[in-house]
């Protein structure tokens, strides 16, 4: 059981964080700063340094719970009964969901970089949550035997091991053409919702539902979904 300082600890994380993603949400994020989220939630900034003890930790934290809680929403959407295309169309609408409920978040995860900052190595398992779901669906494809046999080509120069591991890790059917397909599939998700979400599709697309749902069909039926 934690301690009562732990709990204040945590308690005042907390409210710092929630105080910074509202800052998000007016000023952006290269306009965040400690010492506006210490007066939000009446602290000293010294008292905040604590805490966190740069902006870039802060940034930190926060895309690590943008994308924690961006990969729950594809992972609880995920259903591994269905078949591979209603999976992968499942977690596709998820994933724009939650992009449309949270834009500023968001846009911190996929948006312009935030100038001075650079993502620690620390971020990299959460942003590849989605990847993990989709790849897994990939790989319970070839492995029901769902997924046409491939070449068995694997070109280490091309893609790396890490990424070949979550695009539905080794099986025959799963050669380089499979794995191109599914890292083009996995970021034409980000890459659709990123003109949706900041307006490049005004003027070209008129039912953003229908649209998305077309564009997720056909990456699935690239994929051979």
Same mark, same amino acid.
């Not at 319970?140 to 492995?143: L, Y």
């Not at 307006?199 to 005004?202: C, E, K, P, S, Y």
């Given at each position: 059981m934690p301690t009562a300082r732990e709990r204040v600890r945590a308690e005042l994380t907390a409210e710092i964080t929630d105080a910074a993603r509202r800052q998000l949400a007016e000023v952006g994020a290269a306009a965040l700063s400690l010492r506006a989220v210490a007066r939000e939630v009446g602290l000293v900034s010294s008292a905040v340094y604590r805490y966190f003890p740069s902006r870039d930790d802060l940034l930190t934290r926060l895309i690590i719970d943008g994308y924690d809680a961006l990969g729950e929403a594809a992972e609880a959407a995920d259903s591994p009964g269905a078949d591979p295309r209603s999976r992968w169309l499942a977690v596709c609408r998820a994933v724009r969901s939650w992009a449309l409920a949270h834009p500023h978040e968001y846009?911190?995860?996929y948006g312009s970089p935030v100038p001075?900052?650079?993502a620690p190595q620390d971020t990299v398992p959460a942003a590849s949550r989605v990847g993990v779901v989709l790849g897994r669906i990939l790989g !319970? &494809? +070839?492995?029901s035997g769902a997924l046409p046999d491939g070449t068995g080509e694997r070109d280490p120069a091309l893609i790396s091991d !890490? &990424? +070949?591991a979550v695009?539905?890790?080794e099986h025959p059917a799963i050669d380089d053409t499979v794995r191109v397909r599914a890292l083009l599939a996995w970021s034409?998700?980000?890459?659709?919702l990123s003109f949706e979400l900041f307006?490049?599709?005004?003027g070209s697309v008129e039912d953003g539902d229908r649209y998305f749902d077309r564009a997720m069909t056909d990456l699935a039926a690239l994929l051979g979904l």
């Open positions: 846009a911190l995860l001075g900052y650079s !319970d &494809a +070839a492995r !890490d &990424a +070949a695009l539905g890790g034409s998700v980000f890459g659709t307006g490049h599709f005004v």
